[in-house]
Protein backbone atom coordinates (compact mmCIF):
# COMPACT_ATOMS: atom_id res chain seq x y z
CA UNK A 1 0.00 0.00 0.00
CA UNK A 2 1.88 3.50 -0.55
CA UNK A 3 1.05 5.74 1.23
CA UNK A 4 -0.12 9.17 0.40
CA UNK A 5 1.73 12.71 1.04
CA UNK A 6 0.61 16.44 0.18
CA UNK A 7 3.24 18.99 -0.16
CA UNK A 8 1.74 22.38 0.29
CA UNK A 9 3.38 24.89 -1.53
CA UNK A 10 6.01 24.69 -4.63
CA UNK A 11 8.89 27.51 -3.63
CA UNK A 12 12.53 26.22 -3.19
CA UNK A 13 11.40 24.18 0.22
CA UNK A 14 8.40 22.38 -1.32
CA UNK A 15 9.72 20.94 -4.48
CA UNK A 16 13.09 20.26 -2.74
CA UNK A 17 11.27 18.11 -0.62
CA UNK A 18 9.18 16.57 -2.67
CA UNK A 19 11.62 15.58 -4.92
CA UNK A 20 14.02 13.97 -1.68
CA UNK A 21 10.81 12.06 -0.65
CA UNK A 22 9.87 10.94 -4.26
CA UNK A 23 13.07 8.86 -4.20
CA UNK A 24 10.65 6.50 -1.48
CA UNK A 25 8.54 4.82 -4.36
CA UNK A 26 6.48 3.52 -1.55
CA UNK A 27 5.34 7.28 -1.29
CA UNK A 28 2.89 8.78 -3.62
CA UNK A 29 3.08 12.18 -3.71
CA UNK A 30 1.24 15.40 -4.82
CA UNK A 31 2.26 18.95 -4.63
CA UNK A 32 -0.34 21.90 -4.35
CA UNK A 33 0.72 25.25 -4.61
CA UNK A 34 -1.07 28.70 -5.31
CA UNK A 35 1.91 30.13 -6.76
CA UNK A 36 4.66 27.72 -8.92
CA UNK A 37 7.62 28.25 -10.60
CA UNK A 38 7.50 30.77 -13.53
CA UNK A 39 4.93 33.28 -11.38
CA UNK A 40 6.65 36.11 -10.03
CA UNK A 41 4.09 37.67 -6.86
CA UNK A 42 4.97 39.32 -3.73
CA UNK A 43 3.52 36.16 -1.75
CA UNK A 44 5.79 34.14 -3.54
CA UNK A 45 9.84 34.22 -2.22
CA UNK A 46 11.32 31.63 -3.94
CA UNK A 47 11.63 33.45 -7.80
CA UNK A 48 13.34 36.94 -6.27
CA UNK A 49 16.18 35.09 -3.94
CA UNK A 50 19.75 35.93 -5.51
CA UNK A 51 20.53 32.80 -4.60
CA UNK A 52 23.67 32.13 -3.56
CA UNK A 53 25.23 30.25 -0.37
CA UNK A 54 26.13 32.18 2.47
CA UNK A 55 26.08 30.91 6.20
CA UNK A 56 24.68 32.73 8.12
CA UNK A 57 23.21 30.07 11.15
CA UNK A 58 24.34 30.45 14.41
CA UNK A 59 27.21 28.08 15.91
CA UNK A 60 24.57 24.67 17.34
CA UNK A 61 21.46 25.46 15.16
CA UNK A 62 19.18 23.37 13.37
CA UNK A 63 19.93 26.38 10.84
CA UNK A 64 23.83 25.67 10.63
CA UNK A 65 23.04 22.04 10.38
CA UNK A 66 21.06 22.45 7.56
CA UNK A 67 23.23 24.92 5.79
CA UNK A 68 26.20 22.84 6.14
CA UNK A 69 24.27 19.59 5.34
CA UNK A 70 23.23 21.40 2.26
CA UNK A 71 26.41 22.72 0.82
CA UNK A 72 27.55 19.22 -0.63
CA UNK A 73 24.60 18.61 -2.68
CA UNK A 74 24.83 22.55 -4.21
CA UNK A 75 28.54 21.52 -4.75
CA UNK A 76 27.39 18.33 -7.02
CA UNK A 77 24.85 20.16 -8.63
CA UNK A 78 27.10 22.43 -10.02
CA UNK A 79 29.71 20.27 -10.84
CA UNK A 80 27.11 17.17 -12.23
CA UNK A 81 24.14 19.36 -13.61
CA UNK A 82 25.15 22.27 -15.75
CA UNK A 83 21.41 22.53 -16.74
CA UNK A 84 20.21 22.80 -13.22
CA UNK A 85 21.52 26.13 -13.61
CA UNK A 86 23.94 26.74 -10.70
CA UNK A 87 27.63 27.79 -10.71
CA UNK A 88 30.65 28.36 -8.65
CA UNK A 89 31.76 31.77 -8.13
CA UNK A 90 34.90 33.23 -6.11
CA UNK A 91 33.54 35.32 -3.28
CA UNK A 92 34.58 37.85 -1.05
CA UNK A 93 32.93 38.62 2.44
CA UNK A 94 34.21 42.37 3.78
CA UNK A 95 33.78 43.45 7.31
CA UNK A 96 33.50 46.77 8.70
CA UNK A 97 34.16 47.52 12.12
CA UNK A 98 31.65 50.45 12.11
CA UNK A 99 28.80 48.42 11.54
CA UNK A 100 28.75 46.39 14.73
CA UNK A 101 25.52 46.07 16.20
CA UNK A 102 23.23 46.75 13.40
CA UNK A 103 20.55 44.72 11.84
CA UNK A 104 22.79 43.86 8.87
CA UNK A 105 25.72 43.38 10.69
CA UNK A 106 23.86 40.56 13.22
CA UNK A 107 22.23 39.00 10.20
CA UNK A 108 25.59 38.16 8.37
CA UNK A 109 27.84 38.12 12.16
CA UNK A 110 28.60 34.46 11.66
CA UNK A 111 29.40 35.18 7.66
CA UNK A 112 31.91 37.54 7.82
CA UNK A 113 34.12 36.31 10.88
CA UNK A 114 36.92 35.48 9.62
CA UNK A 115 37.08 32.41 12.06
CA UNK A 116 34.14 31.13 10.47
CA UNK A 117 32.28 27.67 10.75
CA UNK A 118 32.11 27.01 7.33
CA UNK A 119 35.84 27.66 6.84
CA UNK A 120 36.34 23.81 5.98
CA UNK A 121 32.72 23.14 4.84
CA UNK A 122 33.37 25.62 0.93
CA UNK A 123 36.53 25.58 -0.90
CA UNK A 124 39.39 27.58 -0.99
CA UNK A 125 38.64 29.27 2.15
CA UNK A 126 41.40 32.09 3.41
CA UNK A 127 41.42 35.26 5.11
CA UNK A 128 42.11 38.35 3.32
CA UNK A 129 45.65 40.84 4.22
CA UNK A 130 44.94 44.16 4.93
CA UNK A 131 46.79 45.40 1.15
CA UNK A 132 43.65 43.10 -0.34
CA UNK A 133 41.05 44.79 1.80
CA UNK A 134 38.85 48.20 0.08
CA UNK A 135 40.05 51.46 1.58
CA UNK A 136 36.66 50.95 4.13
CA UNK A 137 36.93 48.00 5.24
CA UNK A 138 38.56 46.17 7.76
CA UNK A 139 38.31 42.45 7.81
CA UNK A 140 37.64 39.87 5.12
CA UNK A 141 37.64 36.36 3.61
CA UNK A 142 37.48 35.25 0.32
CA UNK A 143 36.40 31.38 -0.26
CA UNK A 144 34.27 29.51 -3.17
CA UNK A 145 30.93 29.35 -3.19
CA UNK A 146 27.86 29.02 -5.63
CA UNK A 147 25.07 31.16 -7.50
CA UNK A 148 21.84 29.78 -8.60
CA UNK A 149 19.73 31.22 -10.99
CA UNK A 150 16.19 30.57 -9.53
CA UNK A 151 14.38 30.85 -13.18
CA UNK A 152 16.43 27.83 -14.73
CA UNK A 153 16.58 25.78 -10.32
CA UNK A 154 13.27 26.09 -9.60
CA UNK A 155 11.82 24.92 -12.91
CA UNK A 156 14.62 22.05 -12.97
CA UNK A 157 13.62 20.68 -9.73
CA UNK A 158 10.13 21.03 -10.94
CA UNK A 159 10.35 18.83 -13.88
CA UNK A 160 12.65 16.32 -11.44
CA UNK A 161 9.57 15.42 -9.47
CA UNK A 162 7.33 15.36 -12.32
CA UNK A 163 9.85 12.47 -14.22
CA UNK A 164 9.96 10.27 -10.39
CA UNK A 165 6.00 10.47 -10.58
CA UNK A 166 4.83 13.44 -8.33
CA UNK A 167 1.92 15.22 -9.06
CA UNK A 168 1.60 18.91 -9.58
CA UNK A 169 -1.62 20.99 -9.03
CA UNK A 170 -2.82 24.78 -8.76
CA UNK A 171 -4.98 24.91 -5.54
CA UNK A 172 -5.23 27.13 -2.46
CA UNK A 173 -5.90 25.26 0.88
CA UNK A 174 -7.64 27.14 3.88
CA UNK A 175 -7.12 24.90 6.09
CA UNK A 176 -5.26 21.35 6.52
CA UNK A 177 -8.34 19.29 6.88
CA UNK A 178 -8.71 19.90 3.05
CA UNK A 179 -5.01 18.51 2.02
CA UNK A 180 -6.52 15.00 1.21
CA UNK A 181 -9.15 16.38 -1.35
CA UNK A 182 -6.04 17.81 -3.14
CA UNK A 183 -4.33 14.26 -3.38
CA UNK A 184 -5.13 11.98 -6.70
CA UNK A 185 -6.38 9.29 -4.26
CA UNK A 186 -8.68 11.73 -2.07
CA UNK A 187 -6.74 11.43 0.89
CA UNK A 188 -3.26 11.96 2.77
CA UNK A 189 -1.48 10.36 5.40
CA UNK A 190 1.12 12.65 5.64
CA UNK A 191 0.79 16.84 4.93
CA UNK A 192 4.18 19.01 4.26
CA UNK A 193 3.44 22.70 5.01
CA UNK A 194 5.77 24.33 2.92
CA UNK A 195 3.73 27.41 2.71
CA UNK A 196 6.74 29.99 3.56
CA UNK A 197 5.65 33.80 4.55
CA UNK A 198 2.00 32.36 4.47
CA UNK A 199 1.88 30.44 7.05
CA UNK A 200 1.56 33.71 8.97
CA UNK A 201 -1.97 34.46 7.24
CA UNK A 202 -3.91 31.25 6.57
CA UNK A 203 -5.55 28.40 7.87
CA UNK A 204 -6.10 27.00 11.65
CA UNK A 205 -3.59 28.19 13.85
CA UNK A 206 -1.15 30.78 12.37
CA UNK A 207 2.27 30.92 13.39
CA UNK A 208 2.85 34.26 15.27
CA UNK A 209 6.24 34.36 14.71
CA UNK A 210 5.93 34.30 10.95
CA UNK A 211 6.80 37.56 9.49
CA UNK A 212 8.22 39.43 6.33
CA UNK A 213 11.69 40.77 6.18
CA UNK A 214 12.06 42.80 2.78
CA UNK A 215 14.11 42.33 0.27
CA UNK A 216 14.86 44.56 -2.81
CA UNK A 217 17.07 43.52 -5.75
CA UNK A 218 18.08 45.47 -9.48
CA UNK A 219 18.99 42.60 -11.96
CA UNK A 220 21.38 44.19 -14.55
CA UNK A 221 23.32 42.79 -17.63
CA UNK A 222 26.49 43.92 -16.44
CA UNK A 223 29.26 41.20 -14.87
CA UNK A 224 31.06 41.81 -11.38
CA UNK A 225 33.50 39.00 -11.81
CA UNK A 226 33.00 38.34 -8.03
CA UNK A 227 30.44 37.18 -5.85
CA UNK A 228 30.76 40.20 -2.91
CA UNK A 229 29.24 41.83 0.23
CA UNK A 230 29.95 43.89 2.63
CA UNK A 231 28.87 43.76 6.46
CA UNK A 232 26.85 47.02 6.17
CA UNK A 233 26.31 50.37 4.45
CA UNK A 234 26.08 54.11 5.22
CA UNK A 235 22.61 54.04 4.21
CA UNK A 236 21.15 52.91 7.00
CA UNK A 237 20.98 49.89 9.13
CA UNK A 238 18.54 47.78 7.47
CA UNK A 239 20.51 48.48 4.26
CA UNK A 240 23.10 45.80 2.67
CA UNK A 241 25.02 45.69 -0.33
CA UNK A 242 25.77 42.39 -2.34
CA UNK A 243 26.43 41.58 -6.05
CA UNK A 244 26.27 38.12 -7.37
CA UNK A 245 25.84 36.97 -11.02
CA UNK A 246 23.27 33.98 -11.89
CA UNK A 247 24.36 31.16 -13.67
CA UNK A 248 23.83 30.61 -17.45
CA UNK A 249 22.67 34.11 -18.46
CA UNK A 250 20.66 34.76 -15.51
CA UNK A 251 22.09 38.54 -14.92
CA UNK A 252 23.67 40.28 -11.91
CA UNK A 253 21.95 40.35 -8.95
CA UNK A 254 22.14 43.89 -6.72
CA UNK A 255 21.20 43.78 -3.71
CA UNK A 256 19.52 44.81 -1.00
CA UNK A 257 17.78 45.50 2.13
CA UNK A 258 16.08 43.42 4.54
CA UNK A 259 13.54 45.74 5.97
CA UNK A 260 11.37 43.84 9.12
CA UNK A 261 7.65 43.77 8.97
CA UNK A 262 7.61 45.33 5.29
CA UNK A 263 4.93 43.79 3.28
CA UNK A 264 5.63 46.96 0.53
CA UNK A 265 5.41 44.88 -2.75
CA UNK A 266 6.46 48.19 -5.18
CA UNK A 267 10.02 48.47 -5.50
CA UNK A 268 11.25 51.86 -3.79
CA UNK A 269 13.28 53.63 -6.81
CA UNK A 270 15.12 56.11 -3.96
CA UNK A 271 16.37 52.13 -2.38
CA UNK A 272 17.25 51.13 -6.26
CA UNK A 273 19.41 54.67 -6.53
CA UNK A 274 21.45 53.37 -3.59
CA UNK A 275 21.35 49.70 -4.53
CA UNK A 276 22.98 50.30 -7.59
CA UNK A 277 25.89 53.08 -6.10
CA UNK A 278 26.78 51.40 -3.56
CA UNK A 279 27.37 48.16 -5.98
CA UNK A 280 29.64 50.16 -8.30
CA UNK A 281 31.58 51.71 -5.73
CA UNK A 282 32.15 48.26 -3.94
CA UNK A 283 32.65 46.46 -7.23
CA UNK A 284 33.85 48.65 -9.80
CA UNK A 285 34.42 46.46 -12.76
CA UNK A 286 30.96 46.45 -13.00
CA UNK A 287 30.59 49.84 -14.66
CA UNK A 288 34.27 51.16 -15.18
CA UNK A 289 32.98 54.73 -15.64
CA UNK A 290 32.05 54.71 -12.20
CA UNK A 291 28.31 56.11 -13.02
CA UNK A 292 24.80 54.25 -12.42
CA UNK A 293 23.69 55.23 -15.99
CA UNK A 294 26.53 52.40 -17.12
CA UNK A 295 24.20 49.47 -14.98
CA UNK A 296 21.69 47.58 -17.85
CA UNK A 297 19.04 47.56 -15.71
CA UNK A 298 16.70 44.10 -16.68
CA UNK A 299 14.23 44.34 -14.09
CA UNK A 300 13.51 46.14 -10.01
CA UNK A 301 12.20 43.54 -7.61
CA UNK A 302 10.99 43.23 -4.58
CA UNK A 303 10.35 39.67 -2.28
CA UNK A 304 9.44 39.10 0.91
CA UNK A 305 11.33 36.77 3.14
CA UNK A 306 9.78 34.30 5.53
CA UNK A 307 11.25 35.25 8.53
CA UNK A 308 10.51 33.36 11.46
CA UNK A 309 11.40 34.41 15.46
CA UNK A 310 13.48 31.13 16.45
CA UNK A 311 14.61 30.40 13.18
CA UNK A 312 13.00 27.58 10.62
CA UNK A 313 10.47 25.12 11.84
CA UNK A 314 10.83 21.50 10.60
CA UNK A 315 9.43 19.64 12.72
CA UNK A 316 5.40 17.43 13.02
CA UNK A 317 2.43 18.07 14.88
CA UNK A 318 -0.96 16.39 14.54
CA UNK A 319 -3.53 18.85 13.42
CA UNK A 320 -7.26 17.80 13.65
CA UNK A 321 -5.82 14.05 13.17
CA UNK A 322 -3.77 14.18 9.93
CA UNK A 323 0.07 14.34 11.09
CA UNK A 324 1.60 17.63 9.30
CA UNK A 325 5.57 18.34 8.74
CA UNK A 326 6.23 21.71 8.75
CA UNK A 327 9.35 23.09 6.74
CA UNK A 328 8.56 27.06 6.69
CA UNK A 329 10.23 30.37 8.03
CA UNK A 330 13.79 30.10 5.90
CA UNK A 331 13.54 33.69 6.05
CA UNK A 332 16.93 34.52 4.17
CA UNK A 333 18.22 31.37 3.72
CA UNK A 334 15.93 29.07 1.84
CA UNK A 335 18.36 27.84 -1.01
CA UNK A 336 21.22 27.67 1.00
CA UNK A 337 19.72 25.28 4.00
CA UNK A 338 17.23 23.99 1.46
CA UNK A 339 18.13 20.14 1.18
CA UNK A 340 19.35 19.96 4.75
CA UNK A 341 15.64 20.89 5.51
CA UNK A 342 14.24 18.41 2.58
CA UNK A 343 16.43 15.54 4.45
CA UNK A 344 15.02 16.23 7.65
CA UNK A 345 11.29 16.56 6.59
CA UNK A 346 12.06 13.26 4.86
CA UNK A 347 12.76 11.86 8.46
CA UNK A 348 9.66 13.26 9.77
CA UNK A 349 7.51 11.71 7.16
CA UNK A 350 9.28 8.79 7.42
CA UNK A 351 8.39 8.49 10.98
CA UNK A 352 4.55 9.09 10.15
CA UNK A 353 4.18 6.69 7.56
CA UNK A 354 6.31 3.34 9.08
CA UNK A 355 9.92 3.81 8.76
CA UNK A 356 10.16 0.30 8.68
CA UNK A 357 7.80 -0.24 5.96
CA UNK A 358 9.93 1.78 4.49
CA UNK A 359 13.02 1.08 4.37
CA UNK A 360 11.89 -2.98 3.25
CA UNK A 361 11.10 -1.07 0.27
CA UNK A 362 14.38 0.38 -0.46
C1 LIG B 1 15.59 39.49 -2.25
C2 LIG B 1 15.82 38.12 -1.67
C3 LIG B 1 17.07 37.53 -1.75
C4 LIG B 1 17.29 36.25 -1.24
N1 LIG B 1 18.52 35.69 -1.38
C5 LIG B 1 18.74 34.44 -0.91
C6 LIG B 1 20.00 33.82 -1.08
O1 LIG B 1 20.94 34.39 -1.67
N2 LIG B 1 20.19 32.56 -0.58
C7 LIG B 1 19.18 31.90 0.05
O2 LIG B 1 19.40 30.75 0.48
N3 LIG B 1 17.96 32.46 0.21
C8 LIG B 1 17.73 33.71 -0.25
N4 LIG B 1 16.50 34.29 -0.07
C9 LIG B 1 15.49 33.58 0.72
C10 LIG B 1 14.70 32.57 -0.08
O3 LIG B 1 14.16 33.19 -1.22
C11 LIG B 1 13.58 32.02 0.80
O4 LIG B 1 14.10 31.50 2.01
C12 LIG B 1 12.84 30.89 0.10
O5 LIG B 1 12.46 31.28 -1.20
C13 LIG B 1 11.63 30.44 0.88
O6 LIG B 1 11.03 29.38 0.16
P1 LIG B 1 9.68 28.73 0.60
O7 LIG B 1 9.50 27.56 -0.30
O8 LIG B 1 9.65 28.54 2.06
O9 LIG B 1 8.57 29.87 0.33
P2 LIG B 1 7.94 30.46 -1.04
O10 LIG B 1 8.93 30.47 -2.12
O11 LIG B 1 7.31 31.75 -0.67
O12 LIG B 1 6.84 29.40 -1.43
C14 LIG B 1 5.67 29.23 -0.68
C15 LIG B 1 4.76 28.32 -1.46
O13 LIG B 1 3.62 27.99 -0.68
C16 LIG B 1 2.45 28.23 -1.43
N5 LIG B 1 1.35 28.46 -0.50
C17 LIG B 1 1.36 29.22 0.62
N6 LIG B 1 0.18 29.13 1.25
C18 LIG B 1 -0.59 28.30 0.52
C19 LIG B 1 -1.92 27.81 0.63
N7 LIG B 1 -2.68 28.14 1.66
N8 LIG B 1 -2.40 26.98 -0.32
C20 LIG B 1 -1.62 26.62 -1.36
N9 LIG B 1 -0.35 27.05 -1.53
C21 LIG B 1 0.14 27.88 -0.60
C22 LIG B 1 2.82 29.41 -2.30
O14 LIG B 1 1.92 29.56 -3.38
C23 LIG B 1 4.21 28.96 -2.74
O15 LIG B 1 4.13 28.01 -3.77
C24 LIG B 1 16.24 35.56 -0.59
C25 LIG B 1 14.99 36.15 -0.52
C26 LIG B 1 14.76 37.41 -1.05
C27 LIG B 1 13.39 38.00 -0.96
C1 LIG C 1 -0.86 7.69 -6.96
O1 LIG C 1 -2.18 7.38 -6.60
C2 LIG C 1 -3.13 7.66 -7.61
C3 LIG C 1 -4.52 7.47 -7.02
O2 LIG C 1 -4.59 6.43 -6.09
C4 LIG C 1 -2.84 6.79 -8.81
O3 LIG C 1 -3.77 7.07 -9.85
C5 LIG C 1 -1.43 7.09 -9.31
O4 LIG C 1 -1.09 6.25 -10.39
C6 LIG C 1 -0.43 6.91 -8.18
N1 LIG C 1 0.86 7.41 -8.65
C7 LIG C 1 1.97 6.72 -8.53
C8 LIG C 1 3.20 7.36 -9.06
O5 LIG C 1 2.01 5.63 -8.02
C1 LIG D 1 1.05 25.60 8.02
O1 LIG D 1 1.45 26.02 9.30
C2 LIG D 1 0.82 27.23 9.73
C3 LIG D 1 1.43 27.60 11.05
O2 LIG D 1 1.27 26.61 12.02
C4 LIG D 1 -0.66 27.03 9.84
O3 LIG D 1 -1.28 28.25 10.15
C5 LIG D 1 -1.20 26.55 8.51
O4 LIG D 1 -2.57 26.21 8.66
C6 LIG D 1 -0.44 25.32 8.03
N1 LIG D 1 -0.91 25.04 6.70
C7 LIG D 1 -0.98 23.81 6.23
C8 LIG D 1 -1.52 23.68 4.86
O5 LIG D 1 -0.62 22.84 6.89
Not at 101 to 106: C, S, V, Y
Not at 262 to 269: A, H, R, T
Request: proline share 5%.
Amino acid sequence: MANNVVVVGAGVLGLSTALVLSKHKNLNITVVAKHMPGDYDIEYASPWAGANYFPVGKPGSSLQRFEKATWGELDRICREIPEAGIHHQVTRVYGRKKDAGTATAQWFEELTKEDAWFKNVVPNFRVLPKSELPPECDTGTEFTSVCINTAVYLPWILGQCVKAGVTIKRGILSHISEAGSFHSSGQADAVVNCTGLLASKLGGVMDNNVYPGRGQIVLVRNEPGVMVTVSGTDDGSEEATYIMQRAVGGGTILGGCLQHNSWESQPDPNLAQRIMQRSIELCPSLAPTGKVTELSVIRHGVGLRPMRMGGPRVEKEMIDGTWVVHAYGHAGYGYQSGWGSAWEAERLVLSIVGQGEVRAKL
